[in-house]
């Protein structure tokens, strides 16, 4: 029943929201009403609803499914947006995967699965 889902993540600024993942994501960035963002990037749609509370994207976060994580993360490093903490890996729960800190403090992880290499 269920297909897909769409993280809702919290913005700070949606001037500087737009041109974070615009030009150093590489999201299509479709409307804004009243601060609350949509965007978009191959299947993938992730929205941004307004705060001026800082606390809040600083514990907020999703996960991305992608294919091609090593090609991702080399375009974003390029962009210096991967999060020192978070240098592209394998996990022991069979993901590739890395993240990146969002212009607002919102972590985005983004993972391939590799489960099916290793068998």
């Known amino acids: 029943m269920l297909k897909t889902a769409t993280p809702i993540l919290a913005s700070l600024n949606a001037d500087e929201t737009i041109k974070f993942y615009t030009e150093k994501l590489g999201f299509t ?9 949509i965007f978009s990037k191959d299947e993938i749609n992730i929205h941004l609803w307004p705060t001026s509370d800082e606390s809040i994207p600083k514990n907020t976060g999703c996960y991305v499914n992608v294919t091609e ?51």
């Open 29 to 37: 960035f479709h409307n804004n009403w009243d601060g609350y963002l």
């Open 69 to 119: 994580v090593d090609k991702l993360y080399a375009e974003y490093e390029k962009q210096g947006v991967v999060h020192p903490n978070g240098k592209l890996k394998n996990m022991p729960w069979k993901m590739r995967q890395f993240s990146i800190l969002d212009n607002n403090g919102n972590i985005i992880h983004f993972g391939e699965d590799i489960s099916k290499e290793e068998e």
